[in-house]
């Protein structure tokens, strides 16, 4: 499968402890975005990198949480004393540009599932 | 900051009937996509309109770009069972793509 991946799949924790989340993207591709997902909600942007470059951050994200893509290829994702409130399905997206413009399609992973207890 | 509405929140037709789910933005958008959301699957890209009053069709489906390019609509022509999902509108604001709500869609054979 030469699709966006994700590791672990499901992640139970209990509240206060750090949790960290793996992406693999599609090879090649440049950008990378992690999104966290709420029953009843669209994504929610997290933040972007474009190769190794992390470009953009959501100002709603606490500084609990911080993502790495070190080489430009894989990225992680880590949330430091998790709350229940970060309980949500984190996805991770990749996309090739070969331009200035943000106007390509992105790939999605399957998504890392946190439930924190 | 940039908000993407979608409306319907749910649609539930029968099978053969047609569906539309429309996008507006608070802003004027550079681009607009669209995802599909399968349960319990992860969201799929469908398509970008770029232009103002853009129309593209994929088979059973016509997505619209407003001329003023701050809203969007999806139609979908005779339902099928497959077209089961929530459909997603998404537009850019900074590098950030901001997603709607989305339309959950219910096809009854």
């Known amino acids: 499968d030469t699709g966006v991946s994700q590791d672990p799949r499901h992640k139970i924790t209990k509240r206060g402890q750090n949790v960290t989340f793996r992406c693999d993207p599609i090879?090649?591709?440049?950008?990378l975005y992690w999104y966290r997902q709420t029953l009843g909600q669209g994504p929610e942007f997290l933040t972007y990198?474009?190769?190794?470059?992390?470009?953009?951050k959501s100002r709603l994200l606490s500084d609990r949480f911080s993502a790495e893509r070190p080489k430009g290829s894989f990225s992680t994702l880590e949330i430091q004393r998790t709350e229940q409130g970060d309980s949500a399905m984190y996805l991770c997206a990749s996309s090739l540009s070969v331009g200035p413009s943000l106007a390509y399609e992105q790939y999605f992973g399957p998504g890392t599932r946190l439930t924190v207890t | 900051g940039q908000q993407v509405m979608q409306i319907p929140q749910y649609q539930h037709v029968q099978e053969g009937e047609d569906f539309t789910t429309y996008c507006n933005s608070s802003t004027t958008l550079s681009n607009i996509q669209w995802y599909k959301q399968r349960p319990g699957g992860h969201p799929v890209f469908l398509i970008q309109?770029?232009?103002?009053?853009e129309v593209k069709k994929q088979k059973r489906l016509t997505f619209q770009f407003g001329e003023a390019k701050k809203n969007s609509s999806l139609h979908i022509t005779a339902t099928q069972t497959t077209d089961v999902g929530t459909y997603f509108c998404?537009?850019?604001?900074?590098?950030?793509?901001?997603f709607g709500k989305g339309t959950s869609l219910l096809v009854t054979p």
């Open positions: 998404a537009g850019h604001s900074g590098y950030a793509l901001n």
């Open positions: 990198f474009q190769n190794e470059a992390q470009l953009e």
């Open positions: 090879s090649e591709h440049n950008r």
């Open positions: 309109l770029v232009k103002s009053g």
